[in-house]
Structures are given as C-alpha cells and as structure tokens.
C-alpha cells in the first residue's frame, strides 16, 4: 500500500481513531485518579472538637491550628502540582503510546486488505486463472475475498469466450470471401466473350471483399491486442520500422508530391514488442498521414526517447481541425468530417491506440494550432538498453 502525506488513507484514519480511543481513555483514567486523591487529601478548615490539651485555652490553641492547616495546605498543594505534572507526562506518553498502537493495529486490521489488493493488481489479462484464496474464518475480508474470486472467474470465462469468438471468426470469414473471390475469378475467366459490364462489376466486387477482408483483419488486430496477445515479443529499434513503413509507402507518397522530414535513424527509439504489430502500428499511422493529406503537402517524422520513455511524433499540415472531434479519433469508426472519409474502415488510428496500450505506452492524438494533426505515440523504454 503506497502511502503518501497528501492522500488520506483508511490505514492513517483507523491510527487516528484507535489513537484517539486510547488517548481519551487513558485521560479519562487520569481524571478519576486525579479527583479521588483530590478529595481524599482535603484539609477540613473546623477546629478539632474536645477539650483543650495541657490545659490550653482554645484561643491559646488557635494560633498552632492555624500553623498546622498552612503546613496541610501547602503539602496537599506540592502533592496536586507533583500529580498534575506527573498526569501531563503520563498524558503525553499515552498520546504517543496511542499512536504506536493505532498504528500497529490498523495495520493488522488491513493486513488481509493489502494482500487482497496486491493479489488483484497481479492478475491481468493474461493470467485470469489465478485466485486470491484468502483463507481465514468467514468473515467479512473472506466473503470480500470470495466474491472477487467469483469475479475473475466470470471474467475468465467471458474472455475465453472473446478469443474463442476471434479465432472462429478469423476461419470462418475468411473462407466465404476466399470462396468468393475464386467465383468471380471463375465467372470472369471462363473462355469466351465476357462482357465489359461483368468485367466492371468484378472489379467493384473485388474492391468491396478487399474492404471487408481489411475490416476484418482490423478487427482481429483490435480484439488480440486487447486481449493482450504479443506475438514474437523482441528487442528492436522502433526508428528500422518507421524507415521499413516509409520506404514501402514511397510510391504513395510520390504520387500525392508529399514531402517527408524525417530525422530518424534505423537504430533509434529501442523498445521491447512485437514486430508484427509495432509494424502494423506504424504502417497505420504513415497511411493516415498520407491519406489525409493535400496533394503538395508535408509529413515530418521524429523520434525521441528519455531514458525511459520513446516517442513517435508524426505532424502533418491541413486545415485547422476541431480539437475535441480529435480527441476521438482513437476511437473504432471515427472520422473528421467528409473530407477525412476515404476508402478505410475507420480503424487505423484505434488499432494504434489498442497497439500502443498493449505495449505498455498510450496514442496522444492533437490538433495543430497552425492547421493538420500531431500523433505520438510513447512507449516504454526496456531497462538496459540503450535508447
């Protein structure tokens, strides 16, 4: 449990109140203590009753009782400053006392607490199976226990059933447009006169099952990298996989008349990932800046990186653009206006996002004040290697 001078933790507020019970039961004690030899050492301010001794007149006597209550009177007021200074000590030490042992029983109090919690922090996507078990009598921490238990074991079943449903779909959807691409390469091959209007419409179908089987793929990228699926998880530069995406996309970018800026090397920005969706990552990101770019315009590419930290920034110009509708571009299906539309499946931008998440790292998406948009994307630096 992290604590902190700045945020009230239930720990600190249990020290405070046992604290407090203790401190006021200890003052308490000291009270009735202090009262009870308060009122057994009073001085009775009567002349004593009886005849005089010796012979003593009482006006003779006078005099010595007078004498003798000052003598009572000044030692019943030593005693009461020696116990009240004594009752201030013992009060402070109390105070102090109390302290320790609220503390110390807050913390055996929320010991099953902070096991329970560092038990849940550890448990993930990945490893859904594991329980707390906390064992103990049935009490209220072991019903807690048992019913996050009960949780996680509904969340298992409901991710195993997502990843049953990704893998079905990925055979199952791909078979039919496999199937259907071979009819129509059939229908248009067969020998003989095939008519212009057949062939046009083959071409269109071609280009519908090419979106829908991008779609797909979006989707089974998105779906694996929320669940938390990295294949061939590696050490690699991140700056190779820019240079790779940006020399396959050349011909794009040439026919737009696109200029890249580009101040990266092949060997910076290392991180720890999966070269398969670090690429994909990539790919979308270059895709969107030359999609959604002007024939004549600019891309600039960077990377940076701090130790712990790398950071893919990719600014491209444009129109200035609603910061808020930026925001959501992270987003599955979204777009900016109908000028951003294209030929896409509205994925790109939140596959990055989901990409970068299972990373470790997060998408930060901005409108540039002078018009265009600003994408970065940070990623965890892995300790011991060199950024």
Not at 123 to 147: F, M, Y
């Amino acid at each position: 449990m992290r604590l902190g001078l700045s945020r009230r933790t239930v720990r600190s507020r249990f020290t405070a109140l046992y604290g407090a019970v203790f401190l006021l039961s200890g003052a308490g004690l000291l009270t009735i203590v202090a009262v009870v030899v308060s009122g057994g050492t009073r001085v009775s301010e009567s002349a004593p009753a009886g005849p005089p001794a010796n012979g003593q007149t009482p006006e003779n006597a006078l005099p010595r009782i007078h004498q003798l209550q000052d003598q009572l009177a000044q030692a019943h007021a030593n005693q009461s400053r020696q116990l009240l200074i004594a009752s201030l000590i013992a009060l402070g030490v109390m105070a102090v006392v109390s302290v320790v042992l609220g503390h110390l029983i807050a913390g055996r109090v929320l010991r099953p607490l902070r096991t329970m919690t560092a038990a849940t922090r550890r448990i993930s996507a990945d490893n859904l199976h594991e329980r707390l078990a906390v064992p103990g009598p049935a009490d209220e921490v072991k019903d807690l226990a048992d019913t996050i238990d009960e949780l996680l074991e509904r969340l298992e079943h409901a991710f195993d059933a997502q990843r049953r449903f990704v893998a079905n779909a990925s055979h199952e959807l791909r078979t039919p447009l496999a199937t259907m691409r071979a009819s129509l390469d059939v229908a248009v091959g067969k020998p003989g006169h095939v008519p212009a209007q057949t062939t046009a419409l083959a071409g269109r179908l071609r280009a519908e099952l090419d979106q829908v089987d991008e779609l797909l793929d979006g989707f089974l990228v998105l779906a694996r990298t929320r669940h938390g699926e990295l294949p061939d998880r590696t050490p690699l530069s991140l700056g190779s996989v820019v240079s790779e995406a940006l020399s396959a996309r050349a011909t794009d970018i040439a026919a737009k008349g696109l200029t890249v800026h580009e101040t990266i090397g092949r060997d910076d920005g290392r991180v720890r990932g999966s070269r398969t969706l670090l690429r994909r990552m990539v790919d979308n990101v270059i895709d969107n800046a030359i999609a959604h770019n002007h024939d004549g315009g600019w891309i600039r590419l960077a990377l940076a990186a701090d130790g712990t930290t790398v950071r893919l920034v990719v600014d491209t110009g444009g129109p200035v653009l609603d910061a808020r509708q930026v925001a959501e571009l992270a987003q599955p299906f979204r777009r900016l206006g109908a000028d951003r539309t294209g030929t896409g499946a509205g994925l790109g931008l939140s596959i990055v996002a989901a990409v970068a998440a299972a990373h470790g790292g997060e998408l930060d998406l901005r409108a540039r004040p002078e018009g265009g948009l600003r994408v970065v994307i940070a990623l965890p630096s892995p300790v011991g290697l060199a950024s």
